[in-house]
């Protein structure tokens, strides 16, 4: 089955910057890859997803790359706020049907 | 629309009991993922439900873990014999199914077992 690695596990930004978190993936069926946010004590939250057919999605300050020859994908924030620091999960699917997590990445954005 | 809803949002229960716990996805969604979220870990995927087709229940960590969804709307989880490691939130999701279809997520279940 598939097998979704996600690095790194924390990341600490000063307010502005760019934060970058990185994942791969084992299946190269996959072609579906969704990012959550998950708030402390809150539900994960779809922020932006990608379709294998696409190289990258841009929304705001949010982005996403697909590199499906390496099988990695990675999410880009730039100039962070405070109100950006979750967790943040990649997931790989083919299909919509499982759907397998990265084990998360605490981001931390210091005022 | 109501999102997904999930019930009750906290359990507190002794070791060796049953519990339930309920989920209601989107109406007119026929795809149901049930999760668990231990403290501070990733998503385990337990169960996904399509349709009126058999159950991928390849994440079920035991056979004390079943899971039901009648009607093709609410599913119910139930874990039998509870022990402390069954303590986790459990996120159940549902999305419409057909292709790479959205997820949306329910509040939880937060399961302490003492």
């Known amino acids: 089955g598939e097998n979704v690695e996600q690095h790194p596990s924390t990341l600490s930004v000063q307010e502005g910057d760019s934060a970058v978190i990185k994942c791969t993936y084992s299946?190269?069926?996959?072609?579906?890859f969704p990012w959550y946010k998950q708030e402390l004590g809150k539900r994960p939250q779809l922020i932006i997803d990608?379709?294998?057919?696409?190289g990258e999605k841009k929304d705001q300050r949010i982005a996403v790359t697909l590199n499906k020859t390496a099988k990695h994908f990675s999410l880009h924030i730039t100039e962070t706020q405070p109100e950006d620091s979750a967790v943040y999960f990649c997931?790989?699917?083919?299909?919509?049907?499982?759907?397998?997590f990265g084990t998360g990445t605490s981001l931390t954005v210091i005022p | 629309g109501a999102g997904v809803s999930q019930s009750p949002s906290n359990k507190v229960t002794e070791k060796g009991k049953d519990v339930e716990l309920r989920c209601d996805p989107i109406?007119?969604?026929?795809?149901l993922y049930w999760y668990r979220q231990s403290l501070g870990q990733g998503l385990e995927f337990l169960i996904y439900?399509?349709?009126?087709?058999?159950?991928?229940k390849s994440g079920l960590p035991s056979d004390r873990f079943s899971a039901e969804r009648t009607g093709g709307s609410v599913s119910t989880l139930t874990i039998q014999r509870t022990q402390q490691e069954d303590s986790a939130v459990y996120l159940c999701?549902?999305?419409?199914?057909?292709?790479?279809?959205?997820?949306?997520f329910g509040p939880g279940t937060r399961l302490l077992v003492l």
């Open positions: 990608i379709r294998s057919n696409v």
């Open positions: 997931a790989a699917s083919f299909g919509g049907n499982q759907f397998y």
């Open positions: 999701a549902s999305s419409q199914g057909t292709g790479a279809a959205t997820q949306y």
């Open positions: 299946d190269s069926a996959s072609n579906y």
């Open positions: 109406s007119g969604h026929t795809a």
């Open positions: 439900f399509q349709g009126n087709s058999a159950p991928d």
